[in-house]
């Protein structure tokens, strides 16, 4: 009897622990909040300025040293479509900006730090690297893979904050990168292939969540901000930076809209 008293009440003490444990991690919602906005191109669709990105982009031969040397004409093989420029025809919305916060937060929301950041992964496809914009985290892995019918895929990264990698992967084979440390300016940086010459992708390297990619409509959300005041870079790899900075003041357990944002089509015929 007296056994099972003792069990019995070491299983309370046990639940009373539990309990405690988890009211102390609880989060305080009110201490948090998220933000969303848009990025639209201000101009009309039918400006000339909008030509060079509607056009498909011829994709090369590649010459030997022998025939480049002999002066021979690189044939036209393939076209690929042009993604440095996407606007959606009905929202003018522009697709694959990168959102960011410029400077991290004093707090993280524990959505973010309960578990590692699962691995980002950069696929060589059909001429191309997919997708052509994202965002990393310091110590959040880059996975990059080939599935190219070509076979061997190359990805060379050039960055003034991280040691720069040049690297040929096999198909279905995988080459990983994780930056160990916070750049001390929050730069894009651009991976290109020095195989096939269009493909590309531009990423930032953040050591906070705080950053996205706007979606199809030019539409974006950053959720579990800290409440308070926040700056906002937005950058497009045509226009680099859109503007200087929106500020925004987070609200607690609100949703704060941001002021549209536009690129004006003279930014476009720089």
């Not at 440095?84 to 960011?100: H, M, P, Q, T, Y």
């Not at 061997?152 to 096999?170: D, K, W």
Request: with cysteine.
């Amino acid at each position: 009897m007296w056994r099972i008293l003792a069990g019995c009440w070491a299983l309370m003490v046990l639940a009373n622990v539990v309990v405690a444990q988890e009211s102390s991690t609880a989060v305080d919602e009110r201490e948090w909040g998220n933000v969303r906005g848009r990025l639209v191109y201000a101009g009309l669709l039918s400006d000339p300025a909008l030509r060079a990105y509607q056009t498909d982009l011829p994709v090369f031969e590649r010459l030997t040293h022998k025939q480049s040397a002999q002066g021979v004409q690189a044939r036209v093989i393939d076209r690929i479509p042009n993604e440095k420029l996407l606007i959606d025809k009905e929202s003018r919305g522009v697709k694959n900006a990168i959102v960011f916060v410029k400077r991290t937060p004093a707090k993280i929301h524990p959505r973010y730090t309960d578990e590692p950041p699962k691995p980002v992964l950069l696929v060589a496809h059909d001429r191309r690297f997919l997708p052509r914009i994202f965002t990393l985290r310091v110590g959040q892995t880059l996975k990059m893979v080939s599935k190219d019918k070509h076979d061997i895929a190359n990805f060379n990264m050039r960055s003034f904050e991280y040691r720069n990698f040049n690297v040929s992967v096999r198909k279905d084979e995988a080459y990983r990168w994780t930056p160990a440390h916070p750049p001390r300016r929050v730069v894009p940086f651009v991976i290109q292939s020095n195989v096939q010459q269009l493909s590309v992708a531009f990423c930032v390297v953040t050591d906070h969540p705080y950053a996205t990619v706007t979606a199809e409509d030019g539409s974006y959300e950053l959720e579990g901000l800290p409440v308070g005041k926040h700056q906002l870079m937005l950058w497009h790899e045509v226009t680099g930076y859109v503007n200087n900075g929106v500020r925004i003041t987070v609200k607690p357990d609100q949703t704060t809209d941001v002021d549209v944002q536009a690129i004006p089509v003279e930014r476009l015929r720089d």
